[in-house]
C-alpha cells in the first residue's frame, strides 16, 4: 500500500493553488507519472533530496513529493 495515499500527495501538490484557480494535479494519473519520473532520475544518478538510506528509488520520489522537495509543473 502506498503512503501517503493518492489524495493526501494531490493536497499537497495542491496546497499553493490560490482559491478559485484550476487545480494542478486532479487525476491519480499525474501523481504516478511525477514520481515515476522523478525515480528514474534517482536511477540515473541524481541526488535524493531526503534521507534515502535503504529505500526504493519510487519511495524516495513519493517522499519527496509529500515533502514539497519536488515540485509538478501544471500545463498553461
Known amino acids: 500500500m502506498l503512503h501517503p495515499s493518492y489524495s493526501d500527495l ?3 501538490v495542491n496546497s499553493e493553488v490560490e482559491q ?3 487545480p494542478i494535479v486532479n487525476s491519480r ?3 504516478v507519472m511525477a514520481t515515476s519520473r522523478r525515480a528514474r532520475q534517482l536511477i540515473g544518478g541524481d ?3 531526503i534521507d534515502s538510506r535503504d529505500k526504493k528509488p519510487l519511495s524516495v ?3 519527496e513529493l509529500n515533502q514539497g522537495k519536488i515540485k509538478i509543473l501544471g500545463s498553461e
Request: no cysteine; glycine share 6%; aromatic share 6%.
Open 20 to 22: 478559485g484557480e484550476a
Open 47 to 49: 541526488d535524493a533530496m
Open 61 to 63: 520520489a513519493v517522499e
Open 10 to 12: 494531490m493536497k499537497v
Open 29 to 31: 494519473y499525474s501523481i
